[in-house]
């Protein structure tokens, strides 16, 4: 039980803090969309050339093939510097890429990996459907094979910055008659295909990120399928492999950064009274308990981080980090409204970012597996509860 | 980096767990007398596996390890209902050998003396300093010798001959013996000042890993409950109401923990961040153990109200664990006016 790191690994976060100081985008994040996949290219683009790119992808693929502590290192002093998060790069960092290593074939590596690294493309995912959510098996799309390609109807929605996207993660149905686990293939699908119609959804927060996607006869080649055919489900699952429990790293940060702040404004912030937000007894309370949660947010995330090197396999923590997180983020994110008071209903004032953090908060416990569908998991895979 | 035990503190741990669940089952406390949860020569038993001085240095007569280990075993201790005035035992021989009261220590370290531990009431605080004045609940005064004494400025191991008892109390806990005392300008017999040794903040790690204790035994009890007890043809545990109390309860469990390794090493090691991580690690550990216990009720049903379970002993266990080392809202206090740590 120790929290000590060795001298070369205290040299390597000196480098890591050094070039992110001198290399990360000075301006923020523009809001507009096309604009926000510009901005996120370029820095996929400037971390390519510093020789940042993919810290979890293996070598050979043209990552850094970073250590578990290398990674949680990177990822510390990146959260801490605040340089902009992943967005539209999520996708291809983090689920396509590692699910191409994972299962792809030498051509599709080579083909797909490389832009991903360079800041070339944009990925998106087609997994959930309008009758398939927290039952994603029990998805629809159907793929019918005919000669080299799949002739591919159905739609699927959720599509995260699916128009500004160049390929898509697609879980297609190529066996109707086969166990609703056992019929399903993971694809590759180009954004540009004909037959195929985008919708954007307008979220609660105001976003237009998500999308519906419509297929109507899309042909994609039968050998963009990964990982063999009607073997998606495993596919899918095979990303997890890459997990090594330092992805909460980024979220654990930016949700004791947000507490901090909103610590501060507490000793700010007057109230309808005139007494500091601070002063006031229910709401001392609660910033109080969350403070204490988002700590050990840290202290489950380095745990899951050790249990990880140890076992080499993702373990319950990654349901319960999970729900943990999105659930206190919520919470967070409804007490600041309590502390900015009639400020709240301004979404354009000062305080702003606090009601827009409030109403992009309910897409975490939704996105990713909704807290209940996490608490069942937790209840039956990692306590044995049955079915 | 490394959070979990290493194989030797995995060892400690087997080893506490393995002998406690022999020697000291909860389910004997169903059928047999409830107190002493301990006896004297228990007492000396223990005292002879080195669990009074684990993480006493051994410098100052200890077994050596720090309090990390010291941790993991009252984590088992809290699981087996033992009494909270093992913690006093602790604290009591670090602040004699801290003193340079050697023979004292020994004597509590070789577990010949017996100390009880106690709470300030909360009508009317006590002063706790080289002399000790006001009114205290001592919990495990029956047959001991001296009483630990700590708030946040400090430690005092008081003889218990020097206080006056004012009266014998009922315990909500039925393994504990409760009485009230009172000093009045008592001389101490050592006293340590929170700057010159972090007692308070240690016996707050060890209460807090006596809840956690708490929080997975009930956790279990529920788990194990919620498969076999069948109802509308199914387990209960099939049901999501159920199945999500659980689940929420695991999380508990793992937050606590985790929190637990990590204030373990911060109060040695950082002392900056020690108040901060060691306040966070008690409300955090409160609210895990009464939120599971009193979920453990509720999930064993009628028969989890009646004294023929042991759920209601973690219940009751949970509340007087809270009044020892600062409430949730003492320490909730302390979590929101500590410096963020680097």
């Known amino acids: 039980m120790n929290l000590d790191f060795t001298e070369e690994q205290e040299q390597f976060r000196e480098r890591v803090r050094d070039w992110l100081e001198e290399n990360k985008p000075q301006e923020s994040r523009p809001e507009d969309s096309a604009e926000g996949r510009a901005f996120d290219l370029a820095w996929q683009k400037t971390l390519y050339k510093g020789g940042w790119a993919g810290i979890n992808w293996p070598q050979e693929y043209g990552g850094q093939g970073f250590d578990t502590f290398q990674q949680l290192i990177f990822l510390m002093e990146y959260a801490k510097s605040r340089a902009p998060g992943d ?29 991903i690294l360079k800041g070339d493309v944009i990925w998106c995912q087609g997994f959930s459907e309008p009758g398939a959510g927290s039952d994603l098996a029990s998805l629809k799309t159907r793929a019918v094979i005919d000669g080299d390609d799949m002739i591919v109807t159905g739609s699927k929605i959720w599509t995260s910055w699916a128009r500004f ?122 910033l109080a308990k969350m403070r204490a949660e988002t700590r050990s947010l840290l202290a489950m995330t380095l745990m899951g981080i050790s249990r990880n090197e140890r076992t080499g396999m993702p373990g ?42 409030f109403l992009g908060s309910f897409a975490n416990t939704l996105g990713g597996g909704t807290s209940e569908v996490m608490r069942n998991i937790i209840g039956e895979r990692h306590l044995g509860l049955p079915k | 980096m490394d959070l979990l035990p290493t194989e030797e503190q995995q060892q400690i741990l087997d080893t506490a767990s393995n002998y406690l669940g022999n020697e000291f089952p909860v389910q004997a406390l169903l059928t047999t007398a409830q107190r002493p949860r301990l006896n004297h020569d228990q007492l000396k038993q223990l005292a002879g596996m080195g669990w009074i001085g684990i993480g006493l240095p051994d410098t100052l007569g200890g077994v050596g390890y720090g309090l990390s280990e010291e941790a993991l075993l009252f984590a088992e201790l809290g699981r087996y209902l033992m009494p909270p005035s093992l913690v006093g035992s602790v604290l009591a021989a670090r602040t004699a050998a801290v003193r340079g009261h050697d023979d004292l220590a020994h004597a509590i ?78 001389t101490t017999t050592c006293f340590v000042t929170a700057d010159q040794d972090a007692i308070f903040l240690r016996g707050t790690v060890l209460i807090s890993a006596m809840l956690l204790g708490i929080a997975e035994a009930t956790l279990q009890r529920s788990v194990d409950y919620a498969q076999a007890r069948e109802q509308f043809g199914k387990p209960i545990g099939s049901f999501q109401s159920i199945k999500h109390y659980c689940a929420e309860m695991s999380i508990r469990c793992e937050c606590v923990r985790a929190m637990l390794y990590y204030a373990s090493i911060t109060l040695q090691q950082q ?53 020892l080392f600062g409430s949730e809202r003492f320490h909730l206090r302390q979590v929101l006016s500590a410096a963020a740590p680097p």
């Open chain 1, 87 to 115: 967005h539209y790069r999520f996708n291809g960092l983090n689920l396509a890429g590692p699910t191409i290593i994972a299962c792809g074939d030498e051509q599709q590596k080579q083909t797909y990996l490389p832009p």
């Open chain 1, 165 to 286: 996207a160049d390929w898509q993660q697609l879980l297609v149905r190529t066996d109707p008659d086969a166990p609703k686990h056992k019929g399903i293939s993971w694809v590759i699908n180009r954004m540009d295909n004909p037959g195929m119609e985008i919708r954007p959804i307008h979220d609660m927060a105001g976003g237009t990120d998500l999308h519906e996607v419509f297929y109507d006869e899309v042909r994609i080649p039968v050998k963009n399928i990964v990982g063999g055919i009607n073997n998606g489900w495993k596919v899918s699952m095979a990303q997890l492999s890459f997990e090594r429990g330092t992805a909460f790293m980024p979220s654990q940060i930016e949700t004791w950064n947000r507490m901090e702040d909103l610590l501060h404004l507490a000793n700010q912030t007057r109230l309808e009274d005139g007494r500091l937000a601070i002063e006031d007894d229910h709401i001392a309370y609660q």
């Open chain 2, 271 to 323: 002392p900056s961040a020690g108040p901060l991580d060691t306040s966070s690690l008690k409300a955090l550990a409160i609210d895990a153990a009464q939120e599971n216990a009193n979920t453990a009720v509720q999930i064993h049903g009628g028969m989890g109200y009646t004294q023929e379970m042991d759920i209601h002993l973690f219940v009751k266990r949970a509340q007087v664990l809270e009044s």
């Open chain 2, 109 to 186: 370290l070789d577990g010949t003396l017996r100390v009880a531990i106690a709470t300030q009431q909360s009508s009317a605080p006590a002063t706790i300093s080289p002399t000790v004045t006001g009114n205290f609940l001592v919990f495990e005064a029956e047959g001991a010798d001296y009483i630990m004494l700590t708030d946040d400025g400090g430690a005092a191991l008081v003889a218990l001959s020097d206080l006056q008892q004012v009266s014998q109390e009922r315990c909500m806990d039925p393994t504990l013996d409760l009485t009230c005392w009172r000093g009045d300008n008592t």
């Open chain 1, 316 to 357: 319950p923590e990654g349901s319960m980090l999970k729900l943990f997180q999105s659930e206190l983020y919520k919470r967070i994110s409804i007490l600041s409204l309590q502390i900015v008071g009639a400020e709240r209903s301004r979404l354009s004032g000062m305080a702003s970012e606090w009601p827009k953090m």
